[in-house]
């Protein structure tokens, strides 16, 4: 099987790729494989047992990949400024997983003094930091904010995958680890690499060196970001808010209050695939309920894009929005 970590020509370019692209501090031998982030999330759980501490709003499929494991999740606080990290202070939690380049689903970056605040906490407790970088290339106003790992790689484990840049279906990802949780991790694995076939780390190995990976990258941020502004655009005449950064390749939309579940009703009536954000509400998280609906703009196919933004607006408009 190979080298347990994962094939060492894919480790090798992404050990060149990830400090130039996203600032990550590593060389191979602290790159694993894995079969994406939600994978990643998993070993680390059953590495470092629990509860794991999460965003107050975030992705449902990694908390419940979380509890599927026995292990309860504890929300954090999420403002404007991002997740507030000293909440942290008051829970006997291992490990806390973060979207720090761009929350999800809201938007917003980490701030600076956050930043350094959870590295605090992770050095005082001897706590990890999940840093989950799901869509760090894909920022469009200027550049994007460095991996939170680079701060200190120690206590940070840098979670990666293909998911947004080339396909979710893929299920190829990457850890970087700090190096006391490499063996557990690889231990976790089944202590071989048993999830991701060596032709797909092998191809995507030969996509980063040869620069098309790059080329991809930077075709795909010019059509998003061309995507999201029509998307923007498109909705500025109706009583819709939308949160967070010119970044990634979902928008938030918030809703007046009251009005998530009729904007979800009609949009299923219509055939418009919407995520709504209560569902990415934490279930005991003291933060408000809030409306609002996430919107992927990279899925439809280039020619249909235009019609999908109509049958959105349609679904706002007989909304009564
Ligand atoms: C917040 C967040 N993290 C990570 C991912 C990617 O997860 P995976 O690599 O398991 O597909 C996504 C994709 O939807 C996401 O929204």
Request: proline residues 6%; hydrophobic residues 45%; charged residues 25%.
């Amino acid at each position: 099987m190979g080298d347990p970590r994962g094939r060492p020509e894919l480790r090798e370019a992404l050990a060149e790729y990830l400090p130039r692209v996203r600032g990550v501090r590593t060389s191979a031998e602290s790159i694993v494989i894995c079969a994406g982030v939600r994978h990643a999330v998993e070993l680390l759980t059953r590495v470092v047992g629990g509860p794991i501490a999460v965003e107050a709003y975030g992705l449902f499929i990694f908390r419940d990949a979380i509890a599927a494991l026995g292990v309860p999740t504890v929300p954090i606080g999420l403002d404007e400024h991002g997740a507030v990290v000293s909440d942290l202070d008051g829970l006997d939690v291992p490990a806390v997983l973060l979207t720090p380049a761009h929350h999800n689903p809201q938007g917003m970056p980490l701030h600076p003094s956050r930043r350094t605040a959870v590295i605090d906490w992770a050095q005082r407790t001897d706590g990890y930091v999940f840093d989950d970088d799901y869509d760090g290339e894909f920022r469009y106003d200027r550049q994007p904010v460095g991996a939170l790992q680079a701060l200190c790689p120690d206590r940070v484990a840098y979670l990666g995958s293909t998911s947004k840049s080339l396909a979710q279906t893929l299920r190829l990802g990457w850890m970087v680890l700090p190096d006391d949780l490499i063996d557990p991790v690889i231990d976790a694995a089944g202590g071989a690499q048993f999830y991701v076939d060596a032709i797909s780390q092998l191809t995507m190995a030969d996509f980063i060196t040869s620069g098309h990976y790059d080329r991809h990258i930077r075709r795909m941020r010019g059509r998003y970001r061309r995507r999201r502004d029509a998307l923007v655009d498109a909705l500025a005449g109706f009583d819709v808010g939308i949160s967070g950064l010119a970044a990634g390749v979902n928008v938030l939309l918030t809703l007046p209050d009251g009005t998530e579940h009729e904007v979800l009703r009609r949009a299923g009536e219509a055939g418009v695939a919407l995520q709504g954000l209560s569902r990415m509400r934490h279930p005991v998280a003291e933060t408000d309920h809030r409306d609002g609906i996430i919107v992927g703009f990279a899925a439809p196919a280039e020619h249909a894009f235009a019609g999908a933004v109509d049958a959105l607006c349609g679904v706002i408009r007989s909304s009564g929005l």
